[in-house]
Every structure is written in structure tokens, then in C-alpha cells.
């Protein structure tokens, strides 16, 4: 299994970035799939969730409406649009096949926003 994330880097507040994740070594398009983040000093914590399908799809309050979880099942590739970055918003993003006691991470990407 392998989950390879990018689209991170440094971005003023109120900039845009898109995170992608390729997924391989599994069944992409049968499987939910989550992005998690951990900032610097803190633990990791659940951003978005999004099912097999794209429909329904779950997000941690504090980016409702400024974030958007998709996926393209024919590509193997999850997506995290972030808008309206905030300095908060600064963390290592990781792309997850949660499957439970073992779940699979990818590497994680850098997102730092900055003035």
C-alpha cells in the first residue's frame, strides 16, 4: 500500500492551496478515505472523511465551508481543496485508508500559513 500526498507549502492567510493523494496497493474506489493533519506541538486530528462514492462526506468544524474533500476513483487520487487559509491551518496534512487497528499513511505534505 502506498499513499503519496502533495500540494503542500507556504501560503499567506486567505490563499488557496490543493492537496492530492495517489493511492496504490489497494481497492481506491471501494474505500473511504481521510485527511488528518498534526501541527506543530499538538496531536493529530481528523480534517475530512469522505466515502467510497464521494457522498456523504464529514469535516472537522473549523474548516466547514473552507475546505472540500473529493476523490477521482478512475485516478486513485483523493483531494483537499483548502480556501481562506488560516494561520491555524498550519500542520502536516496526511492522506489515510482507515481500515481500522491498522490503519495506512502516507508521508504527509507541509502546509504553512504565513503573513
Known amino acids: 500500500v502506498q499513499l503519496v500526498e502533495s500540494g503542500g507549502g507556504l501560503v499567506q492567510p486567505g490563499g488557496s492551496l490543493r492537496l492530492s493523494c495517489i493511492a496504490s496497493?489497494?481497492?481506491?474506489?471501494?474505500?473511504?478515505m481521510d485527511w488528518y493533519r498534526q501541527a506543530p506541538g499538538k496531536g493529530r486530528e481528523l480534517v475530512a472523511t469522505i466515502s467510497s462514492t464521494g457522498r456523504p462526506t464529514y469535516y472537522k468544524d473549523s474548516v466547514k465551508d473552507r475546505f472540500t474533500i473529493s476523490r477521482d476513483n478512475t485516478k486513485n487520487t483523493l483531494y483537499l481543496q483548502m480556501d481562506s487559509l488560516k494561520v491555524e491551518d498550519t500542520a502536516v496534512y496526511y492522506c489515510v485508508w482507515p481500515i481500522g487497528s491498522q490503519n495506512h499513511w502516507g508521508q504527509g505534505t507541509q502546509v504553512t500559513v504565513s503573513p
Open positions: 496497493g489497494f481497492s481506491f474506489k471501494n474505500w473511504a
